[in-house]
């Protein structure tokens, strides 16, 4: 069984004999590699494919070592450069090291000189690349302290998309969202120059570059221009050079989608980047999903209120111990009491003195009772206590809920002081 290989060379040699010598020679000790002749067809290879050190000679027609190596760390700042020439120079040196080299060596060179300078800079990249995972984990952890305070879904959005824009060391991000009958994404936050006009717009799931991984579930990464007619953006743009699309999950759930950009330069972004980041997105959908529940939950407790507080019966709910828990506004008028008031005080404050013994005798035979629901009133009307100290004749059915194993009741009531009046008028 063959083992990975030690890392991935780009070999760059005007020589072609020479480029294939060195290709061999590190293949042989246990490296992968790729050679080319021109400096152009490396930096393609480059935008293609993740290579961990570039070896290249300094002296090329078209394109030189020092530019070559510009331009490759523009692709990928994290690439590690060896210059190779024939003058031995201390200005060539710091021609070297201007560019951006770790190192440089003199040709023609030994393999025992080679070797250490290639296992040395393989190291580099390894450190690297650790430095820039642990640099992730940081931002990971942030965003989630940012998460854990954050529960306005709308704060939470810009929250996420600046901190991508940020960690991806991006120019553009955006994060588009299921929109409520599940056929499309449409762009909740966005980052970039002159892009806020997106928001709102629309992407068919299954359509486009979103829409293609909202489907697949898996990262998309995209170098240059796109070939795939799956993947062909409903508006494209010449400008994008580079570009990340991830999909957002939590609980086997899609959240969204994680978009970003690279326009003034090309980005090759590790693979090992790309797990690291995958938890950054998926920690960004958990915060979403979150604050969504959360505003769901609001929401919910505002109609409840509206409902209670619109009533025209008087709701009191009350927890095991008897205190009062809700109060709604029809409450508020005929007894008397505010909510501010009356709330965790006991039920007892809205009961005469001389029947509250005998009420807690209804509610003890009611938590033995089968029925969820029943009536209070008895024989004639119950009689209820007004903050003034004033009684008055209610009707009253109450209603046991238990949860996690602690009863709660609530108690609907009803004045019938008039209807009582009439009565006794009539008799």
Not at 95 to 112: C, H, N, R
Not at 127 to 140: D, M, S, W
Request: hydrophobic share 45%.
């Amino acid at each position: 069984m063959n083992s990975a290989p030690l890392a991935r060379i780009l070999i760059v040699d005007d020589e072609a004999a020479h480029m294939r010598a060195l290709c061999d020679t590190l293949r042989d000790q246990g490296y992968d590699t790729a050679g080319y002749t021109a400096g152009k067809d490396a930096l393609g290879a480059l935008q293609e494919s993740q290579f961990d050190l570039l070896l290249t000679d300094l002296m090329m027609p078209a394109m030189d070592g020092v530019e070559l190596l510009a331009a490759a760390l523009k692709i990928d700042p994290h690439l590690v450069g060896i210059l190779m020439t024939g003058q031995g120079t201390i200005a060539t040196a710091v021609q070297a090291m201007q560019a951006g080299a770790l190192d440089y060596i003199l040709k023609p060179f030994k393999v025992s000189a080679l070797l250490p300078a290639v296992s040395r800079a393989v190291s580099v990249r390894r450190l690297r690349l650790e430095n820039l995972e642990l640099r992730n984990t940081v931002a990971i952890h942030e965003l989630n302290q940012a998460i854990a305070h954050t529960l306005d879904p709308n704060v939470l959005l810009d929250k996420i998309a600046d901190a991508a824009l940020a960690q991806f060391e991006a120019d553009e991000a955006s994060i588009m969202l299921p929109t409520e009958d599940g056929e499309s994404l449409y762009v909740a936050a966005v980052r970039g120059e002159r892009r806020d006009s997106l928001l709102g717009s629309r992407v068919p799931i299954g359509k486009g570059i979103a829409g293609q991984v909202a489907t697949l579930r898996e990262p998309l990464v995209l170098q240059g221009e796109i070939r795939d007619p799956r993947l062909a953006p409903l508006h494209p743009r010449a400008e994008i050079q580079s570009a990340l699309s991830m999909p957002m999950i939590t609980r086997n759930r899609l959240i969204g989608v994680l978009n970003i950009n690279y326009t003034r330069r090309p980005k090759t972004i590790p693979l090992g980047q790309i797990k690291v980041l995958s938890i950054f997105v998926n920690a960004a959908a958990a915060g979403i999903e979150a604050a969504r529940l959360h505003e769901d939950q609001r929401k919910s407790e505002a109609r409840y209120r509206n409902v209670l507080n619109m009533a025209a019966d008087a709701i009191v709910s009350l927890d095991e111990e008897r205190r009062i828990v809700i109060f709604n506004g029809a409450a508020e008028r005929i007894f008397g009491w505010s909510a501010a008031e009356i709330l965790g005080k006991s039920l007892d404050l809205l009961i005469p003195e001389r029947l509250v013994e005998a009420h807690r005798s209804h509610l003890a035979a009611f938590d033995r009772a089968p029925e969820t629901t029943i009536p209070m009133q008895g024989r004639g009307p119950f009689l209820a206590l007004r903050k003034d100290g004033t009684e008055f004749p209610s009707e009253i059915s109450i209603s046991r809920l238990v949860e996690g194993g602690h009863p709660a009741y609530t108690a609907v009531l009803r004045d019938i002081t008039q209807r009582v009046q009439q009565e006794q008028k009539i008799c």
